[in-house]
């Protein structure tokens, strides 16, 4: 994994392009790319060497996101979360569970997915408030997350839950196969990213012991605010610049095709050329933010949190304007689903309201830049 970019975009040409159309059209989520992903090393990228893996950091997760996004917006944003709660391992968990989990998705493909958001705090997911009841060595988990990625499928869940010291929290990896643990799949009826599984699980009874908690006792906050947040607002970004720049690579490339009986093409047309190059500019922008608030943030320098704010931001809402005018120039043939252009603007959709929202994330960005705590 030396040029994660490029070897992620090879990838997605062979593993993750041939499900594109089927995992959307049927709402499935894309097994047979998650399979590759693991055998090729992708599920590994962030894990230290010292455990098997590539032990990469924040850039190569934008790239890996970004160039995934390029060819299909559902599998990188599962992807996307899987490295996520990876990352949180990785910076807080105990030798014993990172060994645990560390060599089921090494070895066996296994991945992780992220169960934040409940239906009470909604966009504010940091302010979990499923029951949980301590007993000695033991905790017990009472509640439900409204929109878990990658549900079911997933064989580790990072969970964010209270802590018994009052105002803390804490994250936990609850396996698969914990007791109490179900799924409600028919919960998931997404307008976009519908291969993403993203249903409620129900937590009924999971009873862990301690070795599941990563980190001290009500120590999630910082954990969630250091690690978690600069990958998964980064990683959000990457896919939908990626999405962008997906919409841009179909609609120039149907404006060339597109022939009159004159022999003239769409893209001799300069309205189209105009919508192209709008396209094209908020595309490679986004891009070109989400890369640079990777590499700031990768070093920690001091403006990193303001641009990983504004590219997150900028990138989903310039996915679902690229959307707009892509289905412009893609017409008839974008509209009747000849062209995925209005797959790509269903899956843009999910940028803006994914927590923390871009509106929360756009006040956030404004108190960042005058100095003021967020959230
Ligand atoms: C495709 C997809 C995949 C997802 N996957 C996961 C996942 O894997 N794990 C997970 O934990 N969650 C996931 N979610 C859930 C998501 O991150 C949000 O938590 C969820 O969408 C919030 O929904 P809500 O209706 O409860 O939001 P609400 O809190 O009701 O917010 C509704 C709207 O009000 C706005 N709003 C609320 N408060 C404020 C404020 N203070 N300032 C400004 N605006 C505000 C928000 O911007 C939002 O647009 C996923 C969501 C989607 C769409």
Redesign the pocket.
């Given at each position: 994994m030396k040029q994660v970019y490029q070897e992620a975009k090879e990838f997605a040409k062979s593993y993750i392009a041939p499900y594109t159309d089927q995992t959307d059209r049927d709402a499935r989520f894309p097994e047979e790319s998650f399979k590759e992903l693991g055998e090729k090393g992708f599920f590994k990228l962030l894990i230290p060497e010292e455990y098997g893996g590539f032990g990469k950091g924040l850039e190569e997760h934008a790239q890996a996101c970004h160039a995934f996004a390029e060819t299909c917006s559902t599998t990188a944003?599962c992807y996307m979360?899987h490295n996520v709660a990876v990352m949180c391992l990785v910076t807080h968990g105990s030798d014993e569970l990172k060994k645990r989990v560390f060599t089921d998705i090494v070895e066996n493909g296994k991945f992780m997915?992220?169960?934040?958001?409940e239906?009470g705090?909604?966009?504010?997911?940091y302010k979990p408030e499923m029951a949980t009841e301590v007993n000695g060595d033991l905790t017990t988990f009472n509640g439900k997350?409204?929109?878990?990625?990658?549900a079911s499928h997933a064989s580790y869940y990072l969970v964010l839950a209270p802590s018994v010291e009052e105002g803390k929290i804490n994250n936990w990896v609850i396996p698969l196969e914990a007791e109490g643990l179900s799924f409600e799949m028919s919960g998931w009826q997404?307008l976009g990213?519908r291969g993403?599984s993203?249903c409620p699980m129900n937590v009924d009874h999971v009873t862990l012991d301690s070795s599941y908690r990563i980190g001290a006792e009500g120590s999630g906050e910082e954990q969630v605010f250091n690690v978690v947040a600069p990958f998964f607002i980064t990683g959000l970004a990457a896919v939908y610049g990626g999405t962008a720049l997906h919409m841009f690579e179909v609609a120039s490339s149907h404006a060339v095709s597109r022939k009159y009986p004159d022999g003239s093409s769409l893209a001799h047309i300069e309205t189209v050329q105009i919508h192209l190059g709008n396209i094209y500019k908020q595309a490679t922008a986004a891009k070109a933010m989400t890369m640079e608030a990777a590499r700031a943030g990768a070093n920690g320098e001091a403006d990193a949190l303001t641009k990983i704010l504004a590219a997150r931001v900028f990138a989903s809402e310039a996915a679902i304007e690229c959307g707009r005018l892509a289905m412009r120039v893609g017409g008839g043939k974008a509209y009747n689903k000849a062209l995925p252009l209005e797959r790509l603007l269903r899956d843009s959709y999910?940028g803006?309201?994914?927590?923390p929202?871009?509106?929360?994330l756009s006040?956030w960005l404004g108190k960042a830049l005058t100095g003021q705590m967020i959230p």
């Open positions: 944003l979360m997915a992220l169960a934040y958001s239906f705090t909604g966009t504010h997911f997350k409204s929109m878990v990625t990658s997404g990213m993403n993203s999910a803006q309201i994914m927590a929202s871009a509106d929360v006040v």
